[in-house]
DNA sequence: CAATAAGTGGACACAGTGTCCGCTAATCCA
DNA sequence: TGGATTAGCGGACACTGTGTCCACTTATTG
């Protein structure tokens, strides 16, 4: 069994937190949630995602400030239950998949093919991951430490020489800014999985 | 000739405006300059750079907060034209120093020293670093387009595959939050700048 | 030693934050 | 079904930081 089944993925989600049996969520929360998500998406999409403000989001959710906080301590913990969803698909695919993305291909190729399904993920949620993954907050997100997990396996797995010094490494060109940068300097999709792929020549040693 | 040569590396000072003349600084100008810097090196070495205010920099410094306006927009700006006088020796240094750090060695060995001139800085400036590059603030800064020009330029001299899709990968581990997380997992700067050694092998092919 | 304008800094209006607390209404149970 | 309970709501508040304006100060120049 893979050492990513005892990683558990950390989303903000008032019911989550351990030893509180949810209860169940009253109908009128749950539609405040929806409401929520669903302004916080639009907004996230429209404007510059790091400018998206609290206030901002209650407003356009037709919500009050308070009920906000209620669940999400900040904007980018918004934007990072929205991108959970979208993650935890691929999260599934790594661990119990077909190859290359899932077990079973050397080393080299499901790092290739891990980068290609990132940058897919970026290329379609951009917008979310720079509300949630941006500076530093990236390395503190739940699904950060899947990704490194993940990486670190491969790593060993190739033998490649002190994992723990490469494993950031090789995730930095996945920080969302980055991609952004890339993308406006005119690099198409392709050509940026094109060079990670490259990258991955690295653990074929 | 090198192509860095044509690079202009850009500073937040109000006398390198162009077309500008200087027409000479007045004393008392002079003298807050000089107490805002020292101030914030102060500052930033103390807490944690990203949530340094203008508000605190202009009091530290004795001085009204329009004052500090004047010269800087932002404490990004300051902290920039803090590192800007460490990074401008690493540049020469780059342009016309002793290879492997300047031009003779193969691009390979060149990329290696580089990563160690830069991990040497970023380990002496973290703070500042912090400060002045973090996220995608990163990108625009002079700095970096001198080492996208550097990098780029060994990239095609090891006639890489499209360097173009190649420079920002590569610079993405040199990313100040990145070195923070490594140190703070536990990383050594040696374990580090031998790890991005490793990745120097790439230009190898 | 005046004239000049570069330089200064207090004050202001504004935007966003995070929390408190009285009220509303969904849920539960008799 | 209808009253009690309490989760959930949201307006209001105090606070921090921003960026700009403008009347005052003072270094410089002839």
Redesign the pocket.
Known sequence: MDALSTCSVIAYDPFMVIGQPPA??????AR?RARVLAAAEELFATKDARQV????IARAAG?????L??RY???ASVAAALLDEHERVLQEQLMGGPPPLGPGAPPAERLAAFYTAMTGLLERHLHLALGAETGDARFRTGAYGFWRLHVLALLTEAAAPDPNGLVEVLLAPLAPELYQEQRRRGLSPHQITASLTWLSRLLNT
Chains 1, 2 share one sequence.
């Open positions: 169940r969520e009253r109908a009128d929360a405040n403000t609290m206030d901002e919500v009050g400030r308070a009920t906080y209620r301590p900040d904007p």
